[in-house]
């Protein structure tokens, strides 16, 4: 199976962000296709977990090595002030509808929403 993780999760949920990608981890070394996606104030992890000296940076980097990482919003990322830091991440940035990634076109591409 095919799932693409959105995190919309915001500043103050930990939690969600983490888990969507220990999840991804889990799903893809289960043997299924991941795609993590930041969408809405989820943009902001990517600022806060590309910091090395963040304690949860070696998860997030691990998730981006394999790969699952499969894009940021672009227009997000400008309205929650990281844009700069998405481009440095070096993640791919979304904006297929209207600045924003397309579930239609995952969904069309097969993959399962699951949205954190």
């Not at 969408?39 to 992890?45: E, F, K, L, P, V």
């Not at 699952?68 to 979304?94: H, M, N, R, T, W």
Request: aromatic share 8%.
């Amino acid at each position: 199976m095919k799932f693409a993780i959105v995190v919309h999760a915001g500043p103050q949920e930990l939690a969600r962000a983490l888990h969507g990608l220990l999840y991804a981890q889990d799903l893809h070394n289960a043997g299924h296709e991941v795609s993590v996606i930041f969408d809405g104030a989820g943009t902001t992890w990517v600022k806060t977990l590309e910091d090395p000296e963040n304690k949860y940076h070696d998860v997030y980097r691990a998730t981006k090595e394999l790969g699952l990482i499969g894009g940021v919003c672009e227009y997000c990322a400008g309205a929650f002030g990281v844009a700069e830091d998405v481009k440095q991440s070096g993640l791919p940035i979304k904006g297929e509808l209207h600045g924003h990634p397309s579930l239609s076109d995952l969904v069309a591409q097969g993959y399962a929403p699951l949205i954190l």
